[in-house]
Every structure is written in structure tokens, then in C-alpha cells.
């Protein structure tokens, strides 16, 4: 079946830091994957994605490469700001128009 | 351009009673998704509307929930006589026609506490 697990919250970095939140998957196929952010009060927001192995996604300084052969997808910041606080979600979408998500990392950066 | 907007944001509701919940989708948006966020959990998918259409409910549970997209208005997820374990937060997500079910727009969430 397709699942996501993801690493467990809830995580404090003070500004400036390096980001990792892992991700792996297990899916049937050949998934998209994606990372979704939620911002106190707002609905998810796409972060990145990639739709094939070895791909990288990136946008706002995060990024993050589709590894099959780890079956992982694991966020990356390399310089935290304290606006980047909030829940990151990992997902998959396999074929048909269902995502499959983690649970959910929340993420506090401190000045 | 108005993003998703769901609501109430936020409903209380006793056992057995009737709970209701709205999506409205981005102007133009012609699909909308259902997931459902156990505590603890991540999003689970739960349905996909068209307008007027029901394309994929395999994620519904099979008694008390029942959703619809009518033609004109939001589209409306409907617990009846609620239980405790249907307390969560129910996102909805919409897209436009014609484009990758990658592209989701997700609105804020609705939370349903069941007392």
C-alpha cells in the first residue's frame, strides 16, 4: 500500500540553524512527492514537489531530492528564519487522485 | 482571488446530533477533495467531488457520511449522529479542471469536536 512516515515532532531551532526533516515512503509505482507547509490559521500550502527519481524540488530555500533507492524525500533549510515556523507535511500521490500524507513535523525557530 | 474557504472553522457538537461542514473552492475551481486529520495522524483522503458528481469515494467511511457538489453553492460534508471518534479536522482542497491532481489548493480546516 502507499504510506508516508515522517520524523516527529515537535522540533526548536534557533535562527540561522540547518533544517532536516526526513521523510520516507512506501509506495507502488512510481508516486510524486511533495511537501506541504500549514501556517497557524491557514490551510496547507504547497512547498515543493518532484514527480521522478533523483528529482530535486526546491522553493524558498527549502529543498529536497527524490531518493527511490531510500525511498525518501527528506526536507532541507540550509539557514532558518523565524517566519518559517509552522507544520510541514510530507505526501505522495500515486496514481489516481488520492495524497497520502505523514503526520506532520511542526517546526519553531527562536530568535 | 479568494483561496479556499471552509466553514464553520471550528463546531461542537454532541453525540448523535447532525454535523455539517462547507467548502467553497477557489473561483473557477470545478473539483473538490475531502481529507480528514485524526488526532495524531496525518490527512487521510476521504472523497472526490466534481460538480454534481461523486468520482471517488473510496475513502468514506461506508455509514453516517455522505458529501455533495451540487451545481450552484459549496459543497457540503455531512456526519449524521456523530460520534466521539469523529472528532478531527477536515480539510477541503480544490482544483481546476483540466490540470494535474497535483495541483490542490487547501482551504483552513474545519475542527469538529464531538462532546
Known amino acids: 500500500g502507499n504510506s508516508v512516515t515522517q520524523m516527529e515532532g515537535p522540533v526548536t531551532l534557533s535562527e540561522e540553524a540547518f533544517l532536516t526533516i526526513n521523510c520516507t515512503y512506501t509506495a507502488t509505482g512510481y508516486p510524486s512527492l511533495f511537501w506541504y507547509v500549514q501556517y497557524p490559521g491557514e490551510g496547507l500550502q504547497l512547498l515543493l514537489k518532484?514527480?521522478?527519481?533523483?528529482d530535486k524540488g526546491s522553493n524558498k530555500g527549502f529543498e529536497a531530492t527524490y531518493r527511490k533507492e531510500t525511498t525518501s524525500f527528506h526536507l532541507e533549510k540550509g539557514s532558518v528564519q523565524v517566519s518559517d515556523s509552522a507544520v510541514y507535511f510530507c505526501a505522495l500521490r500515486n496514481t489516481g487522485n488520492q495524497f497520502y500524507f505523514g503526520t506532520g513535523t511542526s517546526l519553531t525557530v527562536i530568535p | 482571488n479568494a483561496g479556499v474557504m471552509q466553514n464553520p472553522r471550528h463546531l461542537v457538537r454532541r453525540r448523535g446530533q447532525e454535523a455539517r461542514l462547507r467548502c467553497s473552492p477557489m473561483k473557477g475551481h470545478s473539483h473538490v477533495y475531502w481529507y480528514r486529520q485524526l488526532p495524531e495522524e496525518g490527512l487521510k483522503f476521504m472523497v472526490y467531488l466534481q460538480k454534481e458528481n461523486i468520482i471517488d469515494e473510496s475513502g468514506m467511511p461506508k455509514e453516517r457520511f455522505s458529501a455533495e457538489f451540487p451545481k450552484e453553492g459549496p459543497s457540503i460534508l455531512r456526519i449524521q449522529q456523530v460520534v466521539r471518534g469523529d472528532s478531527a479536522a477536515y480539510f477541503c482542497?480544490?482544483?481546476?479542471?483540466?490540470?494535474?491532481?497535483?495541483?490542490?489548493?487547501f482551504g483552513p480546516g474545519t475542527r469538529l469536536t464531538v462532546l
Open positions: 518532484a514527480t521522478k527519481a533523483d
Open positions: 482542497a480544490s482544483s481546476p479542471a483540466g490540470v494535474s491532481p497535483d495541483t490542490q489548493y
